[in-house]
């Protein structure tokens, strides 16, 4: 049959071919340590999970507004404003399956053939991928672990052509854990303003953050900005809801309900119960999110130890999210496990089959002297995994 010729703009997704590489070799019975996904480990928290069985139990189980329940855009508003200081309407919210739709969702609505979206590297895999399949051009900025993963405002302003439509910034960040210091942002924010460009703002880590550092929002910047602003967020990290499938963005209602247009012929609805839950998760008790944050915080500070130790391994320091991201292009050159290693994809490789620890390549987060690790796992799973990494290594 004739495949369409936009799917060929489409990468296999790295972190899911380095998962599914892992579950083969487990399958041969062999004891592969896995830290390529990015999924808490920990259990969705009892009160959400007993608000889907109330809904269940009440038969919420049928259509819902394509863009939402009221009630949960609601809770969305409600808890954006306690989080980031910014007050919205429930007509500046649209409900997705996950943040991964919300997005495919606003470059779907935003960009057009030959259009341009600014997108700084190190970045998430699936940002390019969208910006591609949407027909338009994604232009990379990159960043160094040198300086802290932080952006070069002037690079990023001469990045902004008059094809640019948008620009793509995620903080905290997955995969480099960078989290943009408050000048960072509002400089990002004043390009945004002055260029008159879409900011979409990737927040779905805001809540995992470390070391007293404070995460802000580029809509909170100024009114300017938060008109040129549209904010991506969800539960699946905070809340430990990866698979429940809500996600959400904000910003400006022509934007929204254009969105809501192509999302009803698409998807209509997110899952009724999953909603549900949701405005439990917002609206409930936050004590597992603190707890959630304080035992990645402690597997951050092992980590980073750990890596500090490695000759010819250097890595910037996580500030927020569950991922350290180490340049390993010291390596390179190197004969390993009988091939030579030209970058990050080899290392993955040789990691996998030498040591039996996935990793993802920094390839395809746009910096290929770096490896992906998550530490979104047990201490136990940490420890026996970085002694096979330093082993391996050396």
């Given amino acids: 049959m004739k495949i369409a010729a936009r799917m060929d703009r ?26 390529a996904v990015g999924e808490p480990d920990f259990p969705t928290p009892d009160n959400v999970v007993e608000a889907c069985k109330r809904a269940l139990d009440a038969g919420e189980t049928r259509y819902t507004a394509a863009s939402g329940t009221a009630e949960l855009k609601q ?36 960009v057009d053939p030959g259009d341009e979206v600014v997108v700084i590297a190190p970045y998430w895999v699936t940002y ?5 399949y949407s027909e338009g051009t994604p232009v990379i900025v990159s960043t160094s672990g040198d300086k802290g993963f932080q952006p070069d405002l002037d690079e990023v302003r001469d990045a902004v052509t008059d094809k640019t439509v948008a620009m793509v910034i995620n903080s905290p960040c997955n995969p480099s854990g960078v989290v943009y210091t408050p000048e960072a942002i509002a400089g990002l924010a004043e390009i945004a303003v002055a260029k008159n460009i879409t900011l979409i703002s990737d927040e ?30 969800g539960v699946a990290k905070t809340y430990a809801m990866t698979g429940w499938r809500i996600g959400w963005f904000m910003g400006c209602p022509d934007v929204v309900k254009a969105a809501g247009r192509f999302q009803g012929q698409a998807t209509s609805n997110p899952a009724s119960m999953a909603q549900a839950a949701t405005i439990e998760a917002l609206n409930g008790p936050q ?13 951050r500070d092992y980590v980073a130890a750990r890596l500090a130790e490695m000759p010819g ?24 496990g009988g091939n030579t290693i030209d970058g990050s994809s080899a290392m ?24 992906r690790l998550s530490f979104a796992c047990s201490m136990e799973q940490l420890e026996m995994g970085l002694d096979r990494l330093a082993g391996a290594l050396a």
């Fill in 10 to 35: 489409i990468s296999p997704s790295a972190t899911m071919a380095m998962k599914a590489k892992a579950d083969a070799l487990k399958a041969e019975g062999k004891d592969v340590l896995s830290f």
């Fill in 75 to 110: 809770a969305i508003c409600d808890a954006t404003a306690r989080d980031i200081g910014v007050q919205y309407e429930p007509a500046n919210v649209i409900v997705s399956c996950g943040a991964k739709h919300s997005l495919l969702n606003i470059f779907q609505t935003l």
């Fill in 128 to 132: 390019p991928d969208q910006i591609r």
């Fill in 204 to 233: 779905i880590y805001k809540h995992i953050i470390f070391d007293g550092a404070k995460h802000v929002s580029p809509a909170s910047v100024s009114d300017e900005a938060r008109m040129q602003t549209l904010v991506v967020d």
């Fill in 287 to 299: 004590e597992s999110v603190e707890a959630m944050r304080v035992e990645f915080e402690a597997r």
């Fill in 313 to 336: 391994v250097k890595c910037a320091q996580p500030i927020g999210a569950f991922y350290a991201f180490p340049d390993v292009s010291e390596h390179y050159g190197r004969e390993m």
């Fill in 348 to 371: 993955t490789e040789y990691l996998l089959e030498a040591a039996l620890i996935s990793l993802v390549p920094g390839e395809a987060f746009g910096a290929d002297d770096y490896i």
